[in-house]
Each structure stands twice: as structure tokens, then as C-alpha cells.
């Protein structure tokens, strides 16, 4: 039981700001398994998002609280994920060969690519939650139907990137990059806890109405042309390839979701 608290742990740690045990480090090994609870993070941060926004909501605009769930959320990871998002936008935009793209994405400065990316990124996702939720509004069940949907976005679209993981090869061939740990191996009981806790928020939403399992669909069908593209440039994936992913799922979860209740 402890040692599986240290690799939920790492996995906290490595993927947000929030503080964890003093004992706890990048262990190579615990980075590997710590894949089975990358969604839960998608948990703990969706949480923390969904109590801003709806505190906020109390107070202001709805638009007000969507635009302060979504700095909360950028607090709570870093900005881990939109910064990959960035880079792939740079990369990918500005490269012609997988060593040019790799070059372009290792970069730390941020470019035309990814900064027109990344302000396109946030007004897609202040205005898609922000329709989510008149549609949430005229549901029953308002609170924990939002609450569900913030969680389920959260860890559906991680257990999206991850899965890249165990489907594609690491594309870096040094050992420079950050991510490289949790791409050197994995096992049954990380693709298992990965699936397991990364579709367990949908499938409790389910239980409202079965219908929104369907954003599966799309969701997927995203990861899956994204995972190709990066395969075909750059022979594999990169952790900001995973970022990327992670972020570019979120939205189309928000925009299918507005699509599903728009015919059920």
C-alpha cells in the first residue's frame, strides 16, 4: 500500500504543483508505473476547477468563473500541458524534418506557432465550457452533473494522451527530455489502471444518461489522427506530443458533449 501511495504520489508530483510528501522523487521506476494514475490526477485537477468555477458563479458572470476555473487549472499543473501544446504548434508548424521538428519543440522559447495556438486553445475552451454549461443548466441534477463533466473531461482526455504511450514509441533517441521516464516501460497493471480510473467519471455520468458514453467516439477518433500525424513526421510521440494531445481531447470532450445534448 505505501509503495502504491509513493507512485500515485510521483504522479501528483510530476504532473502538477501541488505538494507532495518531502520523501518523494523522480524515481525512474515509480515515473513508469505511475502512468495507471495519470487520469486520477485528471481527477484531483478537475475537482479543484469545478469548486473555482462554481464558487465563482456564485459571484460573477458565468463567463467570469469559466475564465477562473481555467487559470486554476493552469495553476494547479504548471501549465504542463499547455506548454506541450505549445511546443507541437511551434514544432510541427515551423519543421519540415523530424530532426528540425524535435529541435523546434525543445526549444523553451515560445514562438508564432504556439503562442497563436495557444490563445486560440483558451478562447475555444472559454467559450465551449462556458455553452456546456447553459446546456448543463437546463438538465436536472445541475451540480453533480458539472461536477461529473469537469472530472470526466479531465481524466477521459489524459487517459487519451497516455494511451499513446502504449500504442507508439518514444521518438526521442536521447535522454534530454522530461518525459522520457514514463515512456521507457510499462506493464498490464498501468494500461488497466489507466482505462480503469480514466473512464470511471464517464461511466458514473452515464448513469444520468447513457448517451454521453458516445463522447468516447470523437474523443478517440482525435487521439487517433494525432497519434498517426505524429507518427508520420517524427516517427512516434514526445511528451509535448502528449500534452498536446491531452489538450486537444479536453476540447473536443466539452464540444461533443454540447453536440450530444443538442440531439438527445
Given at each position: ?23 518523494i ?41 469559466v ?51 495557444v ?17 448543463v ?22 487517459l ?10 518514444y ?6 527530455s522530461?518525459?522520457k521516464?514514463i ?24 448513469c ?12 478517440f ?44
Amino acid at each position: 500500500m505505501k509503495k502504491e501511495l509513493d507512485i500515485f504520489f510521483t504522479a501528483l508530483m510530476f504532473y502538477t504543483r501541488i505538494p507532495c510528501p518531502k520523501n518523494i522523487d523522480h524515481n525512474p521506476d515509480y515515473l513508469n508505473k505511475a502512468t495507471r494514475y495519470f487520469p486520477i490526477v485528471g481527477w484531483i485537477v478537475g475537482l479543484v476547477v469545478f469548486f473555482v468555477f462554481w464558487i465563482s458563479a456564485q459571484l460573477f458572470s458565468e463567463t467570469v468563473a469559466v475564465l477562473l476555473g481555467l487559470i486554476t487549472g493552469i495553476l494547479v499543473t504548471g501549465a504542463f500541458h499547455e506548454d506541450g501544446f505549445a511546443d507541437v504548434c511551434d514544432g510541427f508548424g515551423g519543421g519540415w524534418t523530424k530532426e528540425k521538428i524535435l529541435i523546434i519543440m525543445k526549444d523553451s522559447a515560445i514562438g508564432a506557432y504556439g503562442a497563436i495556438g495557444v490563445v486560440l486553445l483558451f478562447l475555444l475552451k472559454l467559450h465551449a465550457i462556458g455553452e456546456m454549461i447553459i446546456k448543463v443548466n437546463a438538465q436536472m441534477n445541475v451540480l453533480t452533473l458539472t461536477l461529473l463533466l469537469f472530472i470526466s473531461a479531465h481524466s477521459i482526455s489524459r487517459l487519451a494522451a497516455i494511451s499513446i504511450v502504449f500504442t507508439h514509441n518514444y521518438s526521442r533517441e536521447d535522454a534530454t527530455s522530461k518525459s522520457k521516464p514514463i515512456a521507457q516501460q510499462y506493464g498490464w497493471r498501468e494500461v488497466v489502471g489507466a482505462v480503469f480510473f480514466g473512464l470511471l467519471p464517464l461511466i458514473v455520468l452515464s448513469c444520468f444518461q447513457w448517451q454521453l458514453l458516445l463522447v468516447l467516439v470523437p474523443v478517440f477518433v482525435a487521439r487517433f489522427f494525432l497519434a498517426r500525424y505524429f507518427q508520420k513526421w517524427i516517427g512516434g510521440y514526445t511528451g509535448d506530443c502528449l500534452g498536446a494531445t491531452q489538450q486537444v481531447c479536453e476540447v473536443v470532450f466539452y464540444l461533443s458533449i454540447i453536440v450530444l445534448w443538442k440531439f438527445i
